[in-house]
């Protein structure tokens, strides 16, 4: 068998809020409720749940930005909670909002980022130019402040900031979101290079069917923080019968992909006081 | 150490362009600290004053610098918040230390340029002399202070981790208070009784009386308006104050700043969306 290039081991996340007069009444999310999952070293792992099923609350805590209330994690061999210095050096993520300094150029804002991970500045402008142009971004772009892109091109500037470091350890949170076809298929491509010549470790979110059954060796469905199927594509649509994974889903979650978790019929988030 | 080295200069990088991107403000906002203390110092020349005059500009002066000092620092992370940013910042493998080292120096040299051109504004309203002051020994007692203020700007620094908008209110709040209590305009013993307590803990008081001191202001009204500047060796209680308050500060601003970014990590206080 091959090395872990994540292990994620009875993993829990509660949130509090606060509500009511005063804030006195607090209730409490359970976001991930005892998750466990392995993601082989070079796999990429596909996570395909509603919205607040628990996606990105699981990217925070290997990305640590979240402490988890139980569970570990190892992430190549790095162990969270304990040494997140070491996971750090060894992640990038992109998350569904590209958060940049709005009046800073993608280069200035891409520079920054390389600095910060110990980069020298030289190498990593020309990486950069490299990744935007693969990723079908205009050089004369470069230069323009990230608040004039479109929500796509600011979405490049986001992939590059995380692969400009070349981390063995990819978290993506839909990262292909609000991107047109042309691009989608650029960011694919360029996602399937990097994992057959530099054997990157992905964790990918989507809302994508086909992105997720082209890009992802294995997939797992999560629904109100709970994982309730894993496989490939195939094993999990034969294991429910279903034609497509869309289907797959709804057999094995009792739950349409694109219904938000927090349904009228108490079926969703589970909330308790 | 190449790598500290790199990851400090982010700081100091990503702080250059973000200012040279928001230039007008940064004109505008030195436009109005330019008024400000010129028509402060004019109250003095009005009353025919030397010795008010001279008082007035140097607090308005320090005041514009330690408080730019602290206000920068304490803001630094609120402007990451609406950026959204703070996450990435977060999760990059730089310790704690050099992340608020290289924020605190990009300010410190902020600060001074932009005390340095009121300074030079000023002479154009106001012949100031500055031929007798011990200005060596107020480059001295700014540089003690700055660390006071540093520490106390990275403990206000890490309120808006709770909450953006009551972070930014919290610090203005402070500032006043501080500005109130140091007796940056007159002297502390104007204030009511049950306020001046403050005035001891408040490293401004100490960093205006040894400057008043390296100035050569007289004190009463039977000294002259200005002698030479006081030796260094003068304010040797203020600067032990200073060097004290900056020696305690620091360490704690830094253990409050992590005490606060781990409640947010186990809270979930960092995310914006997504
Ligand atoms: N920082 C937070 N504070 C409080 N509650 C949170 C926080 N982050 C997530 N939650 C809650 O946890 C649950 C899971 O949210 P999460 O963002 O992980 O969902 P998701 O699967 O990424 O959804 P989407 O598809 O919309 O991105 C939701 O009920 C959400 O409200
Ligand atoms: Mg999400």
Redesign the interface.
């Known amino acids: 068998m091959s090395n872990t290039g994540i292990q994620v081991s009875h993993l829990q996340k509660f949130f509090r809020k606060r509500k009511g007069f005063l804030r006195s009444r607090s209730t409490e999310v359970h976001a991930l409720k005892d998750i466990s999952f392995e993601v082989a070293e070079g796999e990429t792992y596909g996570l395909l749940g509603p919205n607040g099923s628990g996606k990105s609350t699981l990217i925070r805590v290997l990305a640590t930005l979240l402490v988890p209330d139980a569970g570990e994690v190892r992430l190549l061999g790095h162990r969270i909670p304990g040494e997140e210095q070491a996971v750090r050096r060894k992640i990038g993520r992109v998350s569904v909002d590209a958060a940049f300094y709005k009046k800073l150029s993608a280069r200035e804002n891409l520079l920054y980022s390389a600095l910060l991970y110990g980069m020298d500045a030289k190498s990593a402008e020309r990486r950069a130019m490299e990744i935007l142009e693969e990723l079908g971004l205009e050089q004369e772009k470069f230069t323009d402040p990230l608040e004039e892109m479109s929500r796509g091109m600011q979405q490049k500037v986001a992939i590059t900031r995380a692969l400009l470091i070349n981390p063995p350890l990819l978290l993506l949170d839909e990262p292909t979101t609000g991107l047109d076809p042309k691009s989608k298929r650029d960011v694919q491509t360029f996602l399937e290079r990097l994992r057959s010549e530099h054997g990157t470790t992905i964790l990918l979110t989507s809302h994508d069917m086909a992105e997720t059954e082209r890009l992802c060796a294995r997939i797992g469905f999560i629904a109100q923080g709970s994982l309730i199927a894993e496989g490939t594509a195939d094993e999990l649509k034969r294991q429910s019968n279903a034609a497509s994974l869309d289907d797959a889903f709804i057999a094995l979650a009792g739950v349409a992909l694109d219904e938000n978790g927090k349904s009228a019929n108490g079926n969703g988030a589970s909330e308790k006081k | 150490m190449?790598?500290?080295l790199?990851?400090t200069?982010?700081f100091l990088?990503?702080d250059l362009?973000?200012t040279r991107?928001?230039m007008s403000w940064v004109i505008v906002f030195t436009f109005y600290a330019i008024v400000n203390t010129a028509t402060i110092a004019l109250i003095g020349v009005a009353l025919g004053d030397r010795r008010l005059t001279l008082m007035l500009i140097l607090g308005a002066l320090l005041w514009n610098f330690l408080s730019v000092l602290f206000s920068e620092i304490a803001n630094s992370i609120t402007y990451e918040r609406w950026?959204?940013?703070l996450?990435?910042?977060?999760?990059?493998?730089?310790s704690r230390l050099t992340h608020l080292a290289g924020v605190s120096m990009f300010v410190v040299f902020y600060s001074v340029v932009r005390t340095a051109i009121i300074i030079a504004a000023l002479m154009l309203f106001i012949d100031l002399d500055l031929s007798r002051a011990n200005v060596g020994g107020i480059l001295v007692v700014l540089a003690v202070s700055s660390v006071a203020f540093i520490g106390l700007g990275l403990m206000a620094a890490v309120l808006p981790v709770f909450s953006p908008e009551r972070g930014a209110e919290a610090t203005n709040i402070f500032q006043g208070i501080l500005l109130l209590v140091s007796g940056v305009y007159y002297p502390i013993e104007v204030l009511p009784r049950w306020l001046q307590p403050l005035s001891y803990i408040s490293p401004a008081t100490y960093a205006l009386s040894a400057c008043r001191k390296l100035m050569g202001i007289g004190q009463g009204a039977a000294e002259p308006v200005q002698t030479a500047g006081a030796p260094l060796s003068e304010v040797t209680h203020e600067l032990l104050v200073l060097a004290l308050m900056g020696a305690v500060m620091i360490p704690l601003g830094l253990y409050v700043f992590a005490l606060v970014e781990?409640w947010a990590?186990?809270?979930?206080k960092?995310?914006?969306?997504?």
């Open positions: 190449e790598q500290v790199r990851q200069w982010a990088f990503r362009h973000l991107r928001y950026e959204g940013t996450e990435y910042t977060f999760m990059a493998p730089v781990g990590k186990r809270t979930g960092l995310k914006r969306t997504g």
